[in-house]
């Protein structure tokens, strides 16, 4: 069974908006943070967005004013809602679950990776 399932890529024009979701098994407890990154043809996987338990967020500075992260933590999920697509945003997105015991031991779960691809 999968830790992560990702949904909501695809082929979107210029200017466009996608919304990417991802559902995390119950299984994974004491979740700190949710995000997500991308891999761009050619090039090393960047941080997206980020939020953490308590709801502060991190973005790459490409993404500032058009991209929003959000979760639901009574579901377990973490959206990407991102607007005014361009096509250097085309890449595989990858959800990323962090989640910190109660000994402080650390553990990072990633999805499988949903394909975007922003194209006229």
């Known amino acids: 069974q999968e830790q992560l399932v990702e949904s909501g890529g695809g082929l979107v024009q210029p200017g466009g908006s996608l919304r990417l979701s991802c559902a995390a098994s119950?299984?994974?407890?004491?979740?700190?943070?949710m995000g997500w990154y991308r891999r761009a043809p050619g090039k090393e996987r960047e941080l997206v967005a980020r939020?953490?338990?308590?709801?502060?967020?991190n973005y790459a500075d490409s993404t500032k004013g058009r991209f929003t992260v959000s979760r639901d933590n009574a579901r377990n999920m973490v959206y990407l809602q991102m607007n005014a697509l361009e096509p250097e945003d085309t890449a595989v997105y990858y959800c990323k679950v962090t989640s910190i015991n109660a000994l402080g031991i650390v553990s990072y779960y990633w999805g499988q990776g949903t394909q975007v691809t922003v194209s006229s």
């Open positions: 939020i953490t338990n308590d709801g502060s967020t």
């Open positions: 119950t299984r994974i407890s004491s979740i700190y943070a």
